[in-house]
């Protein structure tokens, strides 16, 4: 019988995206990296957008990305599932179709065999349901399992959806619920329930794939998708000079049990580095602090963020209800004030 992963070690602070380096720590590093500076480099690091896009044609560019990461779940086929999932959404993100992923593994040596095949085999079978092709890899003796993809997805440079164009007035929509990261904490330490987690296992293998195709139908401006930094911490991400973007906080839709997990303060650490870093970011205006942790939690395979022109908010949602994962209108797009993010 196939070995579970062994999460003693590599769990219980930071499996998945909780094991993303803090947001602030890694602008800080990136500062020391000469910038490179080509015309037809459309996105690169210094853009803090999902992945890097570089334009080959007049009608064609390539998207970059890379994303791999510790379990957060023992089964380790359903941790390449979510892993692979994981990594190919920052080619919808970016407004991209997948075209060829390459592995990242890192595997202890002694380690079980069937359990490497069985995480190589859940990343494949995303990358093939992605309609990709999954053609090699590289892969390491480390003590502690880590999987992931290298993932390159084309676009037309006209098309790419950068994380930033959203425009005064756009609606943004969400399209998976919220409380992945603190529901799987909490289960690995037996903490929440076999319903909630199952709800987090579905979320987190659920490709975005099908929301991004029928969002290619609306007038969408900016997108990008929610992971380690959380929901805040990526909408953030989508804000200019120019605009505030204003959460509404009952509106958004989450795992029921996190609510508890998070009154309970049965939180992740990845949470509070989100918090450390956006204190002088985001406002709050009657949210209770429950609901904050669940908009700080970071996400692993979480949902996109849509910044789409009001006319088209209704349409787009209506037809998102569609998919077995609900949507919601999250936020809106507004005049400047004094804070990135309002959450009210």
């Given amino acids: 019988m196939m070995n579970e992963i062994n999460l003693k070690n590599t769990f219980a602070a930071c499996g998945g995206c909780v094991a993303k380096l803090p947001q602030g720590m890694l602008k800080d590093a990136l500062k020391a990296i000469p910038a490179f500076y080509d015309e037809n480099l459309l996105v690169g690091f210094d853009a803090s957008d999902d992945g890097a896009v570089y334009k080959i044609s007049d009608d064609t560019a390539l998207i970059q990305t890379l994303d791999f990461f510790p379990p957060m779940v023992n089964d380790p086929y359903l941790f390449g599932k979510i892993a692979a999932a994981n990594a190919l959404s920052d080619v919808y993100a970016m407004g991209g179709r997948v075209v060829l992923a390459l592995n990242v593994v890192c595997f202890p040596e002694e380690g079980d065999p069937e359990t490497l095949a069985a995480i190589l085999r859940g990343g494949a079978e995303k990358v093939a349901e992605a309609g990709g092709v999954l053609c090699g890899g590289h892969s390491i003796d480390d003590a502690g399992i880590k999987y992931g993809l290298s993932v390159a997805g084309v676009a037309r440079p006209d098309k790419i959806l950068y994380n930033n164009r959203c425009r005064v007035g756009d609606k943004i929509i969400l399209t998976k619920p919220l409380g992945t990261g603190m529901v799987a904490a909490a289960h690995g330490a037996g903490e929440a329930s076999e319903d909630s987690y199952g709800r987090a296992l579905k979320i987190m293998q659920t490709l975005n794939k099908y929301a991004f195709e029928i969002a290619q139908k609306y007038d969408v401006h900016a997108c990008t998708d929610v992971t380690g930094f959380g929901f805040l911490g990526h909408l953030n991400e989508m804000v200019s000079d120019g605009w505030t973007i204003v959460a509404d906080s009952a509106k958004i839709l ?16 990845g949470g509070q580095a989100n918090r450390d870093y956006l204190c002088d970011k985001v406002s709050f205006t009657g949210v209770p602090e429950p609901m904050r942790e669940i908009l700080f939690d970071p996400q692993t395979s979480g949902g996109l963020l849509l910044a789409v022109t009001p006319g088209d908010a209704a349409g787009l949602l209506a037809e998102l209800g569609e998919l077995e994962l609900k949507s919601c209108i999250a936020a809106e797009v507004r005049e400047r004030t004094n804070v990135n993010v309002a959450v009210v």
């Fill in 254 to 269: 989450y795992i029921p049990e996190a609510m508890r997990l998070a009154k309970e303060f049965l939180i992740t650490k």
